[in-house]
């Protein structure tokens, strides 16, 4: 079959893809092999593939495949995430375009709908992985809120709050008004806007005078219940126990001192406003003031506000004209500019509103204090953390670690398994009916606790909690979850998968899952959850910005596959992506890794072109040189391997694709083919041509975990292969015991000739005669028939003097001689000989540098010590030639 003269990703990705699928590589079943997993991070229903997830789920997909090639039950678990906030707001605005209204409908319709929902659109993000090549195993797609999953979070629920971790209580949240639900701490995305601080007077009651406290938030003033100085400030000390004045509605409020009050900020004076803001809700707590909430759900003003103007309207509104009937009024002192940090919703984006509102919470401090592995594991490595760095910034959040707000105001999602009676007492249940049996035993141990009579337990006399627990309350069950490990301890996934072995992620999300997997690993296996995390960076465009759609600087990934292929693409994004440093995305990485498709592609339909016959039907002089050729190429394919091995080990894998692509396209296109390459309409001998095709066989498979299709397509076309045969399912190469031959002195002399070449502006074609000065010529004998070769040298001698007549080459602290009957421009060498005396020069002050810092002799490797110290008496002895060069043309 005659090859393409173009490789076309498109012409065979889908083809490999559906070979894949059908041959079941993907699937795994325990058996008696070491296992290696990684359960994928669930993206949202809601979710289309954006540029993070194309290098997260590349990332995965090289560390899946290289585990599968190396022989282990490799097992990728697939799903999705149920995205309580943003599926709900999807089905609402579907709703809405229906001319449906969600307060219109009952719970079960609205998640008919949601459920409809889903199933035409929630799996949209895992055919898309498709695409990438994601050898995900698809039988074990799971979803969050598939029954098995659901069933876990409501044990785990159960658990909890029998155990005194999960706890109901009035406390202040973070409220979102466009989702009308509370988050979590880390829930809360902290944004630096620009604002305005006003300075508002507050009149005293009795008349005498009037304070001036500031504010960014003017529209709360009808909620103060108090103004507070510090004690110590003596500028106020004769107001504390004085009454002001609200302005507009006039309620009269106390002035209070304590030491909370910063005297520096502001005007020392502040409004206290307990329903609106964390701090002043404790300061309220200390001095038992009242909580007037004006805010509803939406974050309109409500009737305790008592101002009809401002009633009914949304906050930002309000503040923008109670500031101007402020300012009309003489209650405004000064506006000035200013820049403060505004807590937005990181699923709705809108302007969180601190609320007291009655929600559940887990207690952290005491889980974490029950499981100190969750912090010792990561410390210690035995979680080890990809980069290092990660492990400081998830101490601190373990160290001061706040009560997790479990419960959402939201119908989708998992509901919390609490019951209330008529008097508003609740018992924690899976069902109705194990609710009743608990409210009996409580009544039978307690009489006051509920006056329903024992005897008239009923279904429809006690209703579940109408809120859904968080969505993370459900992913972080993950690792378990997909495996069954709630509903069976002992079944035969969770003893053979779990611990998995990889975590691939972004390290915005190591509090909201990370960490929190970590704690249902130890909590609930007794055992971690994974064994390396591996933290992404964030994907920024080249001017720093992350990419987003708002900002119109991301491009659509798919559309990035279809006109370069899914090779280019993960080859670009793995380029750029050191583990935990953020990426620089250029779609000129991507033109390399086109490019790189095409490299390989041309290399392997020249070798496919070559005539082949017997080794007998060739001098002992090619035969030689061939023979060298591949032992040196062997050579360097081991080291290759040992040091692709080692950055795997390190998770350094952008710099493991770097050294694969240097192998491939200097290594062996660029020097190895042209070393052995015939004469044109030459044949090439059968051992060469085998020791080739070997090589390639080789370095599809070191490739194929990075760049999938096009290794697939060129490995089956190396060789006969049988049906069902893959390069997935090949043997990883492995590092061998190989004869080494160093050719470095050989490749710089043929470099530099070439440079000459161009320098001069001489033909290829025409060839001279060269001499070597050196006292190792057994680095360039054997080799002559290549420097004739590859440098077009017609006659190559050893020499033992300086060649006046002769063009000088250093090499390494060689002399090469160039006979060429050409005038020699004295004044153009020395410049030339000068610029590289300088570069040397301060190439060795660097080494010198280097070698006199006593903290890197000491911590570095002995090895990098003495690569150092080579270099420098390299250095020198190149400059001694390079100078004596010098001081022949003066």
Same mark, same amino acid.
């Given at each position: 079959? !005659?090859?393409?003269?173009?490789?076309?990703?498109?012409?065979?990705?889908?083809?490999?893809?559906?070979?894949?699928?059908?041959?079941?590589?993907?699937?795994?079943?325990?058996?008696?092999?070491?296992?290696?997993?990684?359960?994928?991070?669930?993206?949202?229903?809601?979710?289309?593939?954006?540029?993070?997830?194309?290098?997260?789920?590349?990332?995965?997909?090289?560390?899946?495949?290289?585990?599968?090639?190396?022989?282990?039950?490799?097992?990728?678990?697939?799903?999705?995430?149920?995205?309580?906030?943003?599926?709900?707001?999807?089905?609402?605005? *579907?709703?809405?375009? &229906?001319?449906?209204?969600?307060?219109?409908?009952?719970?079960?319709?609205?998640?008919?709908?949601?459920?409809?929902?889903?199933?035409?659109?929630?799996?949209?993000?895992?055919? +898309?992985?498709?695409?990438?090549?994601?050898?995900?195993?698809?039988?074990?797609?799971?979803?969050?809120?598939?029954?098995?999953?659901?069933?876990?979070?409501?044990?785990?629920?159960?658990?909890?709050?029998?155990?005194?971790?999960?706890?109901?209580?009035?406390?202040?949240?973070?409220?979102?008004?466009?989702?009308?639900?509370?988050?979590?701490?880390? /829930?809360?995305?902290?944004?630096?806007?620009?604002?305005?601080?006003?300075?508002?007077?507050?009149?005293?009651?009795?008349?005498?005078?009037?304070?001036?406290?500031?504010?960014?938030?003017?529209?709360?003033?009808?909620?103060?219940?108090?103004?507070?100085?510090?004690?110590?400030?003596?500028?106020?000390?004769?107001?504390?126990?004085?009454?002001?004045?609200?302005?507009?509605?006039?309620?009269?409020?106390?002035?209070?001192?304590?030491?909370?009050?910063?005297?520096? #900020?502001?005007?020392?004076?502040?409004?206290?406003?307990?329903?609106?803001?964390?701090?002043?809700?404790?300061?309220?707590?200390?001095? @038992?003031?009242?909580?007037?909430?004006?805010?509803?759900?939406?974050?309109?003003?409500?009737?305790?506000?008592?101002?009809?103007?401002?009633?009914?309207?949304?906050? #930002?509104?309000?503040?923008?004209?109670?500031?101007?009937?402020?300012?009309?009024?003489?209650?405004?002192?000064?506006?000035?500019?200013?820049?403060?940090?505004?807590?937005?919703?990181?699923?709705?984006?809108?302007?969180?509103?601190?609320?007291?509102?009655? +929600?559940?919470?887990?207690?952290?401090?005491?889980?974490?204090?029950?499981?100190?592995?969750?912090?010792?594991?990561?410390?210690?490595?035995?979680?080890?953390?990809?980069?290092?760095?990660?492990?400081?910034?998830?101490?601190?959040?373990?160290?001061?670690?706040?009560?997790?707000?479990?419960?959402?105001?939201?119908?989708?999602?998992?509901?919390?398994?609490?019951?209330?009676?008529?008097?508003?007492?609740?018992?924690?249940? $899976?069902?109705?009916?194990?609710?009743?049996?608990?409210?009996?035993?409580?009544?039978?141990?307690?009489?006051?606790?509920?006056?329903?009579?024992?005897?008239?337990?009923?279904?429809?006399?006690?209703?579940?909690? /109408?809120?859904?627990?968080?969505?993370?309350?459900?992913?972080?069950?993950?690792?378990?979850?997909?495996?069954?490990?709630?509903?069976?301890?002992?079944?035969?996934?969770?003893?053979?998968?779990?611990?998995?072995?990889?975590?691939?992620?972004?390290?915005?999300?190591?509090?909201?899952?990370?960490?929190?997997?970590?704690?249902?690993?130890?909590?609930?296996?007794?055992?971690?959850?994974?064994?390396?995390?591996?933290?992404? @960076?964030?994907?920024?465009?080249?001017?720093?910005?992350?990419?987003?759609?708002?900002?119109?600087?991301?491009?659509?990934?798919?559309?990035?596959?279809?006109?370069? @292929?899914?090779?280019?693409?993960?080859? %670009?994004?793995?380029?750029?992506?050191?583990?935990?440093?953020?990426?620089?995305?250029?779609?000129?990485?991507?033109?390399?890794?086109?490019?790189?498709?095409?490299?390989?592609?041309?290399?392997?339909?020249?070798?496919?072109?070559?005539?082949?016959?017997?080794?007998?039907?060739?001098?002992?002089?090619?035969?030689?040189?061939?023979?060298?050729?591949?032992?040196?190429?062997?050579?360097?394919?081991?080291?290759?391997?040992?040091?692709? /091995? /080692?950055?795997?080990?390190?998770?350094?894998?952008?710099?493991?694709?770097?050294?694969?692509?240097?192998?491939?396209?200097?290594?062996?296109?660029?020097?190895?083919?042209?070393?052995?390459?015939? %004469?044109?309409?030459?044949?090439?001998?059968?051992?060469?041509?085998?020791?080739?095709?070997?090589?390639?066989?080789?370095?599809?498979?070191?490739?194929?975990?990075?760049?999938?299709?096009?290794?697939?397509?060129?490995?089956?076309?190396?060789?006969?292969?049988?049906?069902?045969?893959?390069?997935? *399912?090949?043997?990883?190469?492995?590092? &061998?015991?190989?004869?080494?031959?160093?050719?470095?002195?050989?490749?710089?002399?043929?470099?530099?000739?070439?440079?000459?070449?161009?320098?001069?502006?001489?033909?290829?074609?025409?060839? #001279?005669?060269?001499?070597?000065?050196?006292?190792?010529?057994?680095?360039?004998?054997?080799?002559?028939?290549?420097?004739?070769?590859?440098?077009?040298?017609?006659?190559?001698?050893?020499?033992?003097?300086?060649?006046?007549?002769?063009?000088?080459?250093?090499?390494?602290?060689? !002399?090469?001689?160039?006979?060429?009957?050409?005038?020699?421009?004295?004044?153009?060498?020395?410049?030339?000989?000068?610029?590289?005396?300088?570069?040397?020069? @301060?190439?060795?002050?660097?080494?010198?540098?280097?070698?006199?810092?006593?903290?890197?002799?000491?911590?570095?490797?002995?090895?990098?010590?003495? $690569?150092?110290?080579?270099?420098?008496?390299?250095?020198?002895?190149?400059?001694?030639?390079?100078?004596?060069?010098?001081?022949?043309?003066?």
């Amino acid at each position: 079959m !005659e090859l393409a003269t173009k490789y076309t990703p498109q012409n065979i990705e889908d083809k490999w893809y559906s070979y894949w699928m059908k041959n079941r590589y993907f699937h795994s079943e325990p058996d008696n092999r070491e296992s290696f997993t990684i359960v994928i991070p669930p993206p949202n229903v809601t979710g289309v593939l954006h540029m993070g997830h194309m290098l997260n789920n590349t990332i995965q997909d090289v560390l899946i495949r290289k585990a599968r090639m190396k022989g282990k039950n490799a097992c990728w678990v697939p799903g999705t995430d149920h995205a309580s906030i943003a599926t709900e707001a999807k089905v609402v605005q *579907m709703l809405r375009e &229906k001319g449906i209204k969600k307060a219109d409908l009952s719970r079960e319709d609205f998640l008919k709908y949601a459920w409809e929902w889903k199933e035409k659109y929630g799996g949209i993000i895992l055919k +898309q992985l498709e695409k990438l090549g994601a050898s995900c195993d698809w039988e074990r797609t799971r979803f969050t809120m598939e029954p098995d999953l659901s069933e876990a979070v409501t044990e785990v629920f159960i658990d909890l709050h029998k155990k005194g971790m999960i706890y109901r209580g009035l406390r202040m949240v973070n409220w979102d008004p466009q989702g009308k639900t509370a988050l979590s701490d880390e /829930e809360v995305i902290h944004k630096e806007v620009n604002s305005k601080l006003y300075y508002i007077n507050y009149k005293l009651a009795d008349g005498s005078g009037s304070v001036t406290i500031a504010t960014t938030r003017p529209e709360t003033i009808l909620a103060d219940t108090a103004v507070c100085v510090h004690p110590d400030d003596e500028r106020f000390k004769h107001l504390v126990g004085k009454k002001v004045l609200v302005p507009f509605i006039n309620r009269e409020i106390p002035v209070i001192s304590d030491e909370y009050v910063a005297m520096d #900020f502001g005007t020392g004076c502040l409004k206290v406003t307990p329903a609106h803001d964390v701090n002043d809700y404790e300061l309220g707590k200390k001095h @038992g003031l009242p909580v007037i909430d004006i805010l509803t759900e939406e974050g309109f003003l409500n009737e305790k506000a008592e101002d009809k103007h401002y009633i009914g309207k949304d906050r #930002f509104a309000v503040r923008k004209q109670i500031a101007i009937d402020l300012e009309e009024a003489g209650y405004i002192h000064k506006i000035e500019e200013y820049k403060n940090q505004v807590g937005t919703s990181e699923r709705t984006g809108a302007v969180i509103e601190p609320r007291l509102s009655l +929600q559940w919470f887990v207690d952290m401090k005491k889980f974490v204090a029950k499981n100190p592995q969750v912090l010792d594991a990561v410390m210690n490595d035995e979680i080890k953390f990809h980069p290092a760095k990660m492990k400081n910034t998830y101490k601190h959040w373990i160290d001061t670690i706040k009560d997790w707000c479990i419960s959402r105001q939201l119908w989708w999602g998992q509901r919390i398994p609490a019951w209330y009676d008529e008097q508003g007492n609740y018992v924690v249940a $899976k069902t109705a009916e194990e609710a009743i049996i608990l409210f009996k035993e409580q009544s039978t141990v307690n009489s006051q606790r509920s006056t329903v009579v024992s005897g008239q337990w009923t279904v429809d006399r006690i209703r579940q909690d /109408e809120d859904v627990v968080d969505t993370w309350f459900s992913s972080w069950l993950w690792p378990i979850s997909v495996f069954n490990g709630f509903k069976n301890k002992k079944n035969a996934d969770i003893n053979y998968y779990y611990p998995t072995n990889d975590l691939v992620t972004a390290p915005e999300i190591m509090f909201f899952w990370v960490a929190r997997m970590i704690m249902a690993g130890y909590e609930w296996m007794g055992q971690k959850p994974f064994s390396n995390v591996y933290y992404t @960076g964030i994907v920024r465009d080249k001017q720093r910005r992350k990419m987003s759609k708002s900002l119109g600087n991301s491009p659509d990934p798919l559309d990035l596959i279809a006109t370069n @292929g899914a090779d280019a693409v993960r080859m %670009g994004m793995l380029l750029c992506s050191p583990a935990g440093n953020d990426i620089l995305f250029d779609e000129a990485l991507i033109e390399q890794g086109r490019n790189f498709n095409n490299k390989i592609w041309n290399a392997f339909r020249l070798i496919k072109g070559w005539e082949v016959k017997p080794d007998n039907t060739f001098s002992a002089e090619v035969l030689q040189s061939n023979q060298l050729s591949a032992q040196w190429f062997a050579g360097r394919m081991n080291d290759a391997v040992r040091d692709i /091995e /080692e950055k795997f080990a390190d998770y350094k894998l952008s710099e493991a694709l770097m050294a694969i692509y240097k192998l491939i396209w200097d290594d062996y296109c660029s020097w190895y083919l042209e070393m052995v390459k015939p %004469g044109f309409q030459q044949p090439i001998n059968q051992t060469t041509y085998s020791n080739t095709i070997s090589f390639l066989d080789e370095l599809m498979r070191l490739l194929h975990p990075f760049m999938p299709f096009i290794t697939e397509e060129i490995w089956q076309q190396i060789s006969e292969r049988k049906e069902g045969e893959s390069v997935c *399912m090949a043997a990883y190469p492995q590092n &061998k015991q190989t004869k080494t031959v160093d050719m470095v002195r050989v490749f710089e002399c043929i470099a530099q000739i070439r440079n000459l070449r161009n320098s001069k502006g001489l033909s290829p074609k025409e060839a #001279f005669a060269i001499g070597i000065k050196t006292t190792q010529q057994q680095a360039y004998s054997p080799y002559f028939f290549l420097i004739k070769k590859l440098a077009n040298v017609s006659d190559i001698s050893f020499v033992e003097t300086k060649q006046d007549s002769a063009i000088l080459l250093p090499v390494d602290t060689d !002399e090469v001689y160039v006979y060429l009957q050409l005038e020699v421009d004295a004044d153009a060498e020395k410049e030339k000989l000068a610029k590289e005396i300088e570069y040397l020069s @301060g190439f060795l002050k660097s080494v010198e540098a280097k070698l006199s810092n006593e903290k890197f002799v000491a911590n570095a490797k002995p090895e990098l010590v003495e $690569k150092e110290r080579q270099k420098k008496a390299d250095a020198e002895a190149k400059m001694k030639v390079l100078e004596q060069s010098l001081a022949s043309l003066k």
